[in-house]
Structure formats: structure tokens, C-alpha cells
């Protein structure tokens, strides 16, 4: 299993195909650093540790000062670590790229969704509402109904009711990628995102197609230094049993 | 800089795109070649009729043609970018006052016809 990576959702556009088709693709931007890992003998299991976006030190506290200096690394806005398999442990300091991807495979894109706020059940759940006209009165927009009467004597669990929407950690299953832009960063996947544009999104190889997987392992990295894996698409080795999603 | 980032990558695909798209306006004549595929051969279909409309938005700008088929208004939609769209010639210039002629689809026959536009360089 692959590290996934951070990136900065840059906004959305046409993008016209050989056929003459023009499909709809978010950009992305790609911006990962591998700060710290997780190592079997160390910590019990194998992962590594990503920071997104340099941070000014003064916005840091002092606990995360003293991490980042410890690790000799670059202050990072947001940490996050992500379990791999142990061939696909990258050493501290790599830089992740746009390269991580390849044209046609496909990411799951997780991102926080556009908060809507309090919202009724018809724009959150899709109820019909109420009607218009035959003698509704301020009901128009109302769930109707929550349940029976003495028996169950009570609402059941996880009815649909007016509640927040959006705001919310969301995933966007098997999107295909459509072009990567090294030289930039940049990876544009087909289709829509979660979240606004500048937001921060995580990219991961699409959980429910590994085994078509394809990508270079252990992972795209940015500086040539660490193992060179630019061109080799190898198809992924099965991550057995040790990790656990 | 993100914006600027859409911005690069929209000017990049027009470049990349490398269309030669004729100056044109709302009220010309125009005559659009298609690219058509069919199932083995591909083939192209010329569309003519006055242009009604222009969409400007970058890689996605669009342009509608409005013309009268067997007695039926037809308008198409094309996106000025697209790699289906062989050549556009421009027929006769039409002089009005309008960018968007959205009134021609309540007029018919010699009501809905346009000036032509005076020392205009294109003769068909």
C-alpha cells in the first residue's frame, strides 16, 4: 500500500480530449513532504508521516517546534500520517510530486465538504415536503411524519431530521486521472472535489481497485535522491496482511 | 495564485489547442464544418446559418447558429475551442445592434433577415 498524499484543491476546469469531448477536471496541486516515519522495529508498524504547507514559526507551538527540530525538517501547517506497506516507506525529507500518479489510474480524494449549515430535511435528505396548496398550512417544507404511535412509543434511531450539512470529512471514490503537470505539481482528476477552492484535500490510490493498481513504488518522489521510482510503473505488490486499513 | 494556476492552464490549453478561429460577431453568416464519426468512417457536415450568439469563457467559449431547416428554427450550440469543429467561414457580415439576436426566434421570413453590413471585406 502506497502513501497518499496531501494536496491544495486549485479550483476547476474544461479540459477537451482527442474525441472532442470536454470533460470537467479539478485541479490539484501536490504539495507533500515526508517529515517523519513509523518503522516496524521502532513503533510496532510501518508508516510515514506527511506535512503540507511550510509554516511561519511563530504560528507554531512549542511542542511542534521541538518536533520539527528534532527531525531536522522544515515546519510543516498540518502533519498527517498515513499507513504503507513496508516497501512503500519513503525516507524522511523526500518530496512527494505529482509523479506519485499516472495517467488513467484512479484516486479516492477525501476533502471536507461545503458547509450549508442548518439545513431541513428537503434540502438535506430530498424529502417531497408538504403540499403547495389544498389547505397546507406552514408545512410546506416539513418531514412530515417521524414515526408510529404507542407502539414503538418512540422515534427510531437515525431518522432523517433537520440537522448541519456539509462541513463534513467526505470521500470522493475512483476518480480517474487525467493529466499530471510535473513541472507544476499538478494532478487533475475528472470530476468534482470536496471543498472549497485553496482547500486542503488527501489523494490515495482508489481503495476499491487496488489490484488494477498502478504507480510507482514506493512512492512519486519529487528530488531524485531516494530510490529513483519515476518511470517504473510496477504494478503494485499486494500490501499483505500486517496493515490494516 | 491559485486562480492563476486555472488561468495558465486555460490560456495553455488554447494555445495547445492551436485553433484558427476567423473575427466573427453576432449577426454574421456563418458556414461551421463538423467533424462527424461514424461508426467506420469519419466525415465532415457543413452547418450554415447566422450566428445569434457568442459565449466568450476562455477554452469553453461556445457560439450559437441559428438557421431555418424545412421550415423548423434550428439552433446549435458549438464550442468554439473544439477539436470537432474543423472551420468556421464566415459567409456574409451582418450589421446589427445587438451581441445577442434572441429576437430572431420570434421572427420568420423577410422580417428575420439582417442587413448586410456595408464595405464589408467578405464576399461569398
Given at each position: 500500500m502506497r502513501t497518499a498524499v496531501i494536496a491544495e484543491k486549485v479550483g476547476m476546469m474544461g479540459l477537451f480530449q482527442e474525441n472532442g469531448d470536454q470533460i470537467p477536471v479539478t485541479v490539484l496541486k501536490v504539495d507533500s513532504t515526508v517529515v517523519d516515519t513509523r518503522t516496524k522495529e521502532k513503533d510496532g508498524y510501518t508508516a510515514v508521516q506527511i506535512g503540507y504547507k511550510t509554516a511561519k514559526e511563530k504560528h507554531l507551538a512549542k511542542p511542534q517546534k521541538g518536533h520539527f527540530a528534532k527531525l531536522k525538517q522544515e515546519p510543516k501547517r498540518v502533519l498527517k500520517e498515513f499507513r504503507v506497506s513496508e516497501d512503500c516507506l519513503v525516507p524522511a525529507g523526500s518530496v512527494i510530486g505529482a509523479n506519485h500518479f499516472v495517467v488513467g489510474q484512479l484516486v479516492d480524494v477525501t476533502g471536507v465538504s461545503l458547509g450549508k449549515g442548518f439545513a431541513g430535511v428537503m434540502k438535506r435528505y430530498h424529502f417531497h415536503g408538504d403540499n403547495a396548496t389544498h389547505g397546507a398550512s406552514r408545512t410546506h417544507r416539513s418531514g412530515g411524519s417521524t414515526g408510529n404511535r404507542e407502539w414503538p412509543g418512540r422515534v427510531f434511531k437515525n431518522r432523517p431530521m433537520p440537522g448541519q450539512l456539509g462541513n463534513k470529512q467526505t470521500t470522493i471514490q475512483n476518480l480517474k486521472v487525467v493529466a499530471i503537470d510535473e513541472a507544476r505539481n499538478l494532478v487533475m482528476v475528472q470530476g468534482a472535489v470536496p471543498g472549497y477552492d485553496e482547500g486542503m484535500v488527501i489523494i490515495q490510490d482508489a481503495k476499491k481497485r487496488s489490484k488494477q493498481q498502478v504507480g510507482p513504488v514506493p512512492a512519486g518522489l519529487k528530488v531524485v535522491e531516494a530510490p529513483k521510482a519515476e518511470t517504473t510503473e510496477v504494478k503494485e505488490a499486494p500490501a499483505t496482511t500486517e496493515v490494516k486499513e | 495564485m491559485t486562480k492563476k494556476i486555472i488561468q495558465d492552464l486555460k490560456a495553455e490549453q488554447i494555445a495547445k489547442l492551436d485553433k484558427k478561429i476567423p473575427d466573427f460577431k453576432a449577426g454574421d453568416t456563418l458556414r461551421v464544418l463538423c467533424r462527424i464519426v461514424e461508426e467506420k468512417n469519419t466525415r465532415n457536415q457543413a452547418y450554415e446559418g447566422v450566428c445569434i450568439a457568442r459565449h466568450n469563457d476562455g477554452a469553453a467559449s461556445t457560439f450559437t447558429v441559428r438557421k431555418i431547416s424545412f421550415g423548423e428554427g434550428v439552433e446549435r450550440v458549438f464550442p468554439?475551442?473544439?477539436?470537432?469543429?474543423?472551420e468556421i467561414k464566415v459567409v456574409r457580415r451582418g450589421q446589427v445592434k445587438r451581441s445577442k439576436l434572441y429576437y430572431l426566434r420570434q421572427l420568420f421570413g423577410k422580417k428575420a433577415r439582417i442587413a448586410e453590413e456595408k464595405d464589408s471585406e467578405v464576399k461569398a
Open positions: - | 468554439l475551442y473544439s477539436p470537432n469543429i474543423v
